[in-house]
Structure formats: structure tokens, C-alpha cells
């Protein structure tokens, strides 16, 4: 039963990873920009939560199309406004996505306060699944169920629509792509929409286990960065292994100890991993 204990906290942990880790490989794997404002999207997520069930009454699930329109909608105008107009510029579009990450949390902070705030469980997922001596929580397995969807229908535009046609044409060579029409400012646009969206349902699920706050997003990004460079930067397949790798790694290790040594020994893994592997475990590139 320990053993099945820590495999159940090891997966509820890589779940919340992969889901926050999704968008930020995708907007990585097809634009180049290393957004350090994914953070803040997931808090933004978290926000639309409660804002939706504080003030409209609207329960977490009902909410989940709503946070995701309305996160992507927010993406969709952080890339039209400021990124566009700094692709094949790394260092620019890391020091724009970092002011953009600062303004929003200040931002939330001016409307909403800086006071911790609590989004409600839904009632069907607050119940527990008993198995012999161990209970799951119905929300953790909703969690993973979701995590698991996401990445399905990730993978199912990338590789099964004329949408991921266009949009691995783009990442492979932008020029060669425009030259046969595909408009490529605009899948741009689609691809940061589609990552910010992702980053918003992932907080909006943490949010009824984790208290909410101007400042939640910043663990979950660094996180996810981890997960990222471990799995390969531009590896889909990467990020779901390197997820199991860490949450397990991190499930087990906090288990016997704490937190806070787990993600130290997890963080000296990797920085030690990179060091053999610079290019992470994944090499393959999800735009060839």
C-alpha cells in the first residue's frame, strides 16, 4: 500500500506539471518564445475561477470553457500587441513576457487584492475513490483524467489536422511555409492563444487545491521550465515522460521527507542530467 501511496501522489503531481507544462512546450515548440509570463496565465486561470463562482455563482466545471476562452483571448492579445513584433528576438521577447508577467500579477493585485482567496471543490469531485488502506481524491483523478485529454487533442492537432500541418511547416521554416500561402503571423497568433488557454485551465484546476494568489503562478512556471528542458524543449513526447519522471521523483522523495527537499534534489537531478545531456532526453523535434 506505501508503494501504490506514493505511485498515486507521484502521478497526481505529474499530472498538475504536464498540464502547466503543455502550453508552455507548444508555445515554445512553434513560435521560439521562451514566455516567462506562463506563470501568470496559470494565476490569471485561477483567478477566472473565482471571480466566476464568487460573483456569477458559476461552479469550476461549468467555468473550464469559460477561463479557457478567456485566457486565450488574453494570449491572443499579449502576442498580437507585443510578441509579434519580436519573434527571432530571444532576448527582447524574454524581457517583454517577464514585464507582462509583473504588470499582471500587480494588476490582479490592484483589483483584487493581495489576500489569499479559495475556490470551492465541486461537490461530485470532493469525495474520495477507496482503494484497501488508500483513498484518492476524486479531484486528483480528475486532474490526471483532464491532463491526459489535453494531451490527446494537443497531439491530435499537431498531427492529424491541416492546422498542424501549417503549423509544423511554420516552426520547421517560416519563409518556405509563407511562400505557399500559409499565413504565418496569424498561426502565431493561434499557437500563443492556444498555449495561454492551456495555461488557464491548468490553474483553474489547481485552484481548489492550492490557495489562490498574485504570486501562485511563479513555482508552477519554474516547474515547468524543468519539465520543459528535461523532456527536450521541443519534444511533446518529452514533456509527458519528463512530467512522470519529476512527479514521481518529487511524490516519492516528499513522501519520506518534505517538500522543500524534494524539489531541491529534484532541481540537482536535472541541472545534472543537462550537464550529459544538454539537449535534454527528447532530441527529436516536434517541428521536423
Given at each position: 500500500?506505501e508503494?501504490?501511496?506514493?505511485s498515486?501522489?507521484?502521478?497526481?503531481?505529474?499530472?498538475?506539471?504536464?498540464?502547466?507544462?503543455?502550453?508552455?512546450?507548444?508555445?515554445?515548440?512553434i513560435?521560439?518564445v521562451?514566455?516567462?509570463?506562463?506563470?501568470?496565465?496559470?494565476?490569471?486561470?485561477?483567478?477566472?475561477?473565482?471571480a466566476?463562482?464568487?460573483?456569477?455563482?458559476?461552479?469550476?466545471?461549468?467555468?473550464?470553457?469559460?477561463?479557457?476562452l478567456?485566457?486565450?483571448?488574453?494570449?491572443?492579445?499579449i502576442?498580437?500587441?507585443v510578441?509579434?513584433?519580436?519573434?527571432?528576438?530571444?532576448?527582447?521577447t524574454?524581457?517583454?513576457?517577464?514585464?507582462?508577467g509583473?504588470?499582471?500579477?500587480?494588476?490582479v493585485?490592484?483589483?483584487?487584492?493581495?489576500?489569499l482567496r479559495y475556490?470551492?471543490?465541486?461537490?461530485?469531485?470532493?469525495?474520495?475513490?477507496?482503494?484497501?488502506?488508500?483513498?484518492?481524491?476524486?479531484?486528483?483523478?480528475?486532474?490526471?483524467?483532464?491532463?491526459?485529454?489535453?494531451?490527446?487533442?494537443?497531439?491530435?492537432?499537431?498531427?492529424?489536422?491541416?492546422l498542424?500541418?501549417?503549423?509544423?511547416?511554420?516552426?520547421?521554416?517560416?519563409?518556405v511555409?509563407?511562400?505557399?500561402?500559409?499565413?504565418?503571423d496569424?498561426?502565431?497568433?493561434?499557437?500563443?492563444?492556444?498555449?495561454?488557454?492551456?495555461?488557464?485551465?491548468?490553474?483553474?484546476?489547481?485552484?481548489?487545491?492550492?490557495s489562490?494568489?498574485?504570486?501562485?503562478?511563479?513555482?508552477?512556471?519554474?516547474?515547468?521550465?524543468?519539465?520543459?528542458?528535461?523532456?527536450?524543449?521541443?519534444?511533446?513526447?518529452?514533456?509527458?515522460?519528463?512530467?512522470g519522471?519529476?512527479?514521481?521523483?518529487?511524490?516519492s522523495?516528499?513522501?519520506?521527507f518534505?517538500?522543500?527537499i524534494?524539489?531541491?534534489?529534484?532541481?540537482?537531478?536535472?541541472?545534472?542530467l543537462?550537464?550529459?545531456?544538454?539537449?535534454?532526453?527528447?532530441?527529436?523535434?516536434i517541428?521536423?
Open positions: 500500500m508503494i501504490l501511496a506514493q498515486i501522489t507521484g502521478l497526481s503531481i505529474a499530472s498538475i506539471l504536464l498540464m502547466v507544462a503543455l502550453g508552455l512546450a507548444i508555445i515554445y515548440g513560435t521560439g521562451i514566455n516567462l509570463a506562463h506563470g501568470e496565465l496559470v494565476m490569471l486561470g485561477a483567478y477566472s475561477a473565482w466566476l463562482q464568487t460573483y456569477l455563482g458559476l461552479g469550476l466545471l461549468v467555468s473550464l470553457p469559460l477561463i479557457f478567456a485566457t486565450a483571448s488574453f494570449g491572443w492579445v502576442d498580437r500587441v510578441i509579434r513584433h519580436l519573434y527571432n528576438r530571444p532576448l527582447d524574454i524581457l517583454a513576457t517577464w514585464g507582462i509583473v504588470m499582471a500579477q500587480q494588476a493585485r490592484l483589483i483584487a487584492g493581495g489576500e475556490v470551492q471543490m465541486p461537490a461530485s469531485l470532493s469525495s474520495a475513490l477507496n482503494l484497501g488502506e488508500v483513498d484518492i481524491p476524486m479531484m486528483r483523478l480528475f486532474i490526471l483524467g483532464l491532463s491526459v485529454a489535453l494531451f490527446a487533442v494537443t497531439g491530435y492537432l499537431l498531427f492529424r489536422t491541416n498542424g500541418l501549417k503549423l509544423r511547416a511554420i516552426a520547421q521554416n517560416r519563409e511555409a509563407s511562400c505557399f500561402g500559409i499565413d504565418s496569424r498561426i502565431y497568433g493561434l499557437t500563443f492563444a492556444y498555449g495561454a488557454g492551456l495555461a488557464g485551465l491548468a490553474g483553474a484546476v489547481i485552484s481548489p487545491l492550492k489562490v494568489s498574485p504570486e501562485m503562478g511563479t513555482g508552477y512556471v519554474v516547474d515547468a521550465f524543468m519539465v520543459v528542458v528535461l523532456g527536450g524543449v521541443e519534444s511533446l513526447i518529452g514533456t509527458v515522460i519528463s512530467s519522471i519529476i512527479g514521481g521523483l518529487s511524490g522523495i516528499a513522501y519520506y518534505n517538500d522543500t524534494a524539489k531541491a534534489v529534484v532541481l540537482l537531478a536535472i541541472v545534472v543537462i550537464r550529459f545531456l544538454p539537449q535534454g532526453l527528447f532530441a527529436a523535434r517541428r521536423s
